[in-house]
């Protein structure tokens, strides 16, 4: 189906990019103005805070609910900035809006379950709050696409996107891949959908959130929604990825935005498409390394020894023979792949050696 959507109409909807900004949780009144306020001075227009936390594992914090909604009013009426916050269930649709909380996202968690969105798309129906939906956990373009399909089915077109990333089960560089890919092909099949950027969710790690700001920055997304704490250290969850305001205000500062009407110099494309090439180089390797450990404990099991010659030939052959196949020089392959196998017995060898 097509789309029927109206602009977001935010305070900040012509600057681009429009930020959203503010805790992971809203832990405390205090952490939350103190908060709020940092972030009004230098110049957000719209605060975030997670009320309900969807946490993977029961006993963690999972938000102050509803005690939590008169701070998020009160830091609209100090500071005027616009109100965000997580909904997940009908009763928080119907909680945040009696709230007056401005505009709504999507948890990814709740976007890969189509009845969980059918539930909330009932639930919102006759009101026109805005609502951003997050991608859904695993990398799937339909259900984030069926997800908003719901939404405006049930009369809300003030539609946007959050690209948070995809889970992945090997040790990685990022909390949560992010197959940039998905978030373009969302922005070619619907181009007047907005895209906002989760660095924060993606990385995992502070140093992350400015590569990936200038990265969404690059590829034209609209917005960044980014978490930020008065005391990111003592967060009570996510603390690993919040920056404080003045952080935050840096990266924003360090920003180089292009106009996506504008051709940039092809070769600043074509690096961008090397480094997630390279991203997915690293991502395979660590897969790789994982499955070779596997190995390891099974050749510790039945007392093989770690380095097999006929297959270790047989990799060599194997591989060079498919490099020819790429315009690729046999040495060159024959290198690639004596370096890898040298790690892989490494790991093997310390694992027998446990
Ligand atoms: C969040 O925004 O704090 C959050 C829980 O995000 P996600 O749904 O992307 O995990
Ligand atoms: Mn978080």
């Given at each position: 189906?097509?789309?029927?959507?109206?602009?977001?109409?935010?305070?900040?909807?012509?600057?681009?990019?429009?930020?959203?900004?503010?805790?992971?949780?809203?832990?405390?009144?205090?952490?939350?103005?103190?908060?709020?306020?940092?972030?009004?001075?230098?110049?957000?227009?719209?605060?975030?805070?997670?009320?309900?936390k969807p946490r993977t594992k029961p006993g963690g914090f999972e938000g102050n609910g509803e005690k939590?909604?008169?701070?998020?009013?009160?830091?609209?009426?100090?500071?005027?900035?616009?109100?965000?916050?997580?909904?997940?269930?009908?009763?928080?649709?119907?909680?945040?809006?009696?709230?007056?909380?401005?505009?709504?996202?999507?948890?990814?968690?709740?976007?890969?379950?189509?009845?969980?969105?059918?539930?909330?798309?009932?639930?919102?129906?006759?009101?026109?709050?805005?609502v951003l939906v997050k991608n859904p956990t695993n990398p799937d373009l339909e259900l984030w696409i069926?997800?908003?399909?719901?939404?405006?089915?049930?009369?809300?077109?003030?539609?946007?996107?959050?690209?948070?990333?995809?889970?992945?089960?090997?040790?990685?560089?990022?909390?949560?891949?992010?197959?940039?890919?998905?978030?373009?092909?969302?922005?070619?099949?619907?181009?007047?959908?907005?895209?906002?950027?989760?660095?924060?969710?993606?990385?995992?790690?502070?140093?992350?959130?400015?590569?990936?700001?200038?990265?969404?920055?690059?590829?034209?997304?609209?917005?960044?929604?980014?978490?930020?704490?008065?005391?990111?250290?003592?967060?009570?969850?996510?603390?690993?990825?919040?920056?404080?305001?003045?952080?935050?205000?840096?990266?924003?500062?360090?920003?180089?935005?292009?106009?996506?009407?504008?051709?940039?110099?092809?070769?600043?494309?074509?690096?961008?498409?090397?480094?997630?090439?390279?991203?997915?180089?690293?991502?395979?390797?660590?897969?790789?390394?994982?499955?070779?450990?596997?190995?390891?404990?099974?050749?510790?099991?039945?007392?093989?020894?770690?380095?097999?010659?006929?297959?270790?030939?047989?990799?060599?052959?194997?591989?060079?023979?498919?490099?020819?196949?790429?315009?690729?020089?046999?040495?060159?392959?024959?290198?690639?792949?004596?370096?890898?196998?040298?790690?892989?017995v490494r790991q093997q060898i310390e694992i027998i050696n446990k």
């Open positions: 189906m097509e789309l029927e959507l109206e602009p977001l109409r935010l305070p900040s909807d012509n600057e681009r990019p429009f930020v959203i900004a503010g805790p992971c949780s809203a832990e405390t009144e205090e952490q939350v103005m103190t908060t709020a306020r940092q972030l009004a001075n230098y110049g957000c227009h719209m605060f975030r805070a997670g009320i309900w939590a909604l008169p701070w998020m009013q009160q830091v609209k009426k100090e500071t005027g900035m616009l109100t965000a916050t997580e909904v997940a269930t009908p009763e928080h649709v119907e909680l945040a809006l009696k709230y007056g909380i401005d505009v709504l996202w999507v948890g990814a968690r709740t976007t890969a379950n189509p009845f969980a969105m059918q539930a909330l798309a009932d639930a919102l129906k006759g009101t026109d709050v805005p069926g997800a908003l399909e719901r939404l405006n089915l049930a009369g809300i077109k003030r539609l946007g996107a959050i690209h948070r990333g995809f889970s992945s089960y090997d040790n990685k560089i990022y909390r949560n891949l992010p197959t940039w890919q998905i978030p373009i092909e969302l922005h070619r099949r619907i181009p007047d959908l907005p895209i906002v950027n989760d660095p924060s969710h993606i990385g995992g790690r502070r140093e992350l959130i400015a590569p990936l700001c200038q990265q969404a920055m690059d590829l034209g997304f609209d917005g960044l929604i980014v978490e930020s704490h008065c005391d990111p250290d003592k967060a009570w969850s996510d603390a690993k990825q919040q920056v404080t305001p003045d952080v935050l205000d840096y990266i924003l500062s360090l920003l180089v935005i292009r106009d996506e009407t504008v051709t940039t110099e092809g070769i600043v494309q074509l690096r961008k498409q090397i480094d997630e090439i390279d991203n997915q180089l690293m991502e395979m390797l660590s897969k790789r390394m994982r499955v070779c450990r596997e190995i390891g404990y099974y050749k510790k099991e039945h007392n093989m020894t770690v380095l097999q010659t006929s297959r270790y030939n047989e990799i060599l052959d194997k591989r060079g023979a498919q490099g020819a196949l790429c315009g690729m020089a046999p040495e060159f392959v024959a290198k690639v792949f004596e370096n890898i196998h040298e790690e892989s």
